[in-house]
Nanobody, 126 residues
Framework: QVQLVESGGGLVQAGGSLRLSCAAS????????MGWFRQAPGKEREFVAA????????YYADSVKGRFTISRDNAKNTVYLQMNSLKPEDTAVYYC???????????????????WGQGTQVTVSS
């Protein structure tokens, strides 16, 4: 397993931008696909974006496509989520996840994930 620590959350006005970071430690980060999920109060955790081990392929939830970009730097053991054109409905706790399942390019479920970060709060004001 890998240990994950998110950072970069905060309060931003609608239309603004934030960049989340997820620093990983542990075994063979470059073998893991990585994902971002979010959970708003009273709602289930939902898929946001994922990236395969090499960074060559990425995939997104329809709700964030064209606004969010996931990327990774395997030399720094870090994955990023650049969030632009933020909306109040993007308000949630954002979680980083690591699991080989993301390398399939089609894994969207929050269940059966090997490693989670502690989460970082993103609040978008209208």
């Amino acid at each position: 397993q890998v240990q994950l620590v998110e950072s970069g959350g905060g309060l931003v006005q609608a239309g603004g931008s934030l960049r989340l970071s997820c620093a990983a430690s542990g075994r063979a980060f470059s073998n893991y696909g990585m994902g971002w999920f979010r959970q708003a109060p009273g709602k289930e955790r939902e898929f946001v974006a994922a990236i395969i081990w090499s960074g060559d392929n990425t995939y997104y939830a329809d709700s964030v496509k064209g606004r969010f970009t996931i990327s990774r730097d395997n030399a720094k053991n870090t994955v990023y989520l650049q969030m632009n054109s933020l909306k109040p409905e993007d308000t949630a706790v954002y979680y980083c996840a690591a699991d080989p399942k993301f390398n399939s390019g089609s894994y969207y479920s929050p269940y059966g994930i090997g490693s989670w970060g502690q989460g970082t709060q993103v609040t978008v004001s209208s």
